[in-house]
């Protein structure tokens, strides 16, 4: 297994994916290999396999997959168990959820990974494997084509995450980004809502690019986009 320790400490929105190689569910992977140079990443961590929460949730994003495969984004789970545990685990969360996963589990038993990316759970100290070891929390990693964190999102083992909310954070950036970010999005947004004029844009910058904005205050504007805009 060859993982580098990142270089800038911890990390944040904005750092850099760290790289590693290890083995997985589907045999050995190096990360930025198996995502590519175009393609975005959803990393996301499972305290233990065989456990019910994380069943209920790796099902759940394998039945979601093909909409994260329509927005060119890649799914990679983690579990602290070996690659042959989580092997067997699939074949119980597909039968238990009717899903059908073929996205890698990434075996991570000596917490290489997790402490990487610092998915470790500080606050519960009994949250622990059999061997006394503290298991990882639910993180989630939304990671864009050049390897940059866009988002995280970190829950404790004992609440099951919420794939709508990862889905929609990702539509939220990928349509900003595809607008140069001169738009943000409000509370609650879904493609196809009204979005948030920058207020880095002029009146009349604004009305060039979205001749149907509406100024609720000065520093709140709202555009509907165009349907081919309205989803990355």
């Known amino acids: 297994m060859s993982i580098p320790e990142p270089k800038n400490g911890t990390l944040r929105l904005g750092s850099t994916a ?8 589907v045999g050995e992977v190096t990360f930025y290999d198996y995502v590519g140079k175009d393609s975005w990443c959803i990393l996301f961590s499972h305290p233990d396999d065989f456990t019910p ?21 890649k799914l990679i789970g983690l579990s602290v168990n070996d690659s042959d545990s989580h092997r067997a685990w699939i074949r119980d969360i597909d039968e238990i959820t009717g899903s059908r996963l073929q996205f890698p589990i ?49 829950y404790p083992a004992s609440c099951g995450r ?11 950036l990928q349509t900003s980004d595809k607008l140069s970010r001169k738009i943000t999005t409000p509370i609650n947004w879904v493609p196809g809502d009204d979005v948030i004029i920058a207020p880095s844009l002029s009146d009349a910058e604004a009305r060039a690019l979205f001749p149907k904005f509406r100024a609720i205050k000065p520093y709140l504007r709202l555009t509907p986009l165009s349907k081919d805009l309205s989803h990355a």
């Open 18 to 25: 760290p790289n590693f190689t290890t083995d997985t569910s």
């Open 53 to 73: 929460v994380c069943t209920t949730e790796l099902g759940a994003f394998a039945k979601l997959e093909p909409e994260f495969a329509k927005r060119n984004a």
């Open 106 to 154: 990434i075996a991570d038993p000596e917490r290489k990974i997790a402490l990487l990316y610092d998915m470790i759970d500080y606050q519960d100290a009994s949250n622990i494997d059999d061997k006394g070891v503290q298991l990882t929390i639910r993180s989630v990693f939304i990671i864009d084509p050049a390897k940059k964190i866009r988002l995280i999102m970190t």
């Open 162 to 172: 919420n794939t709508a909310e990862v889905l929609r954070a990702l539509d939220s």
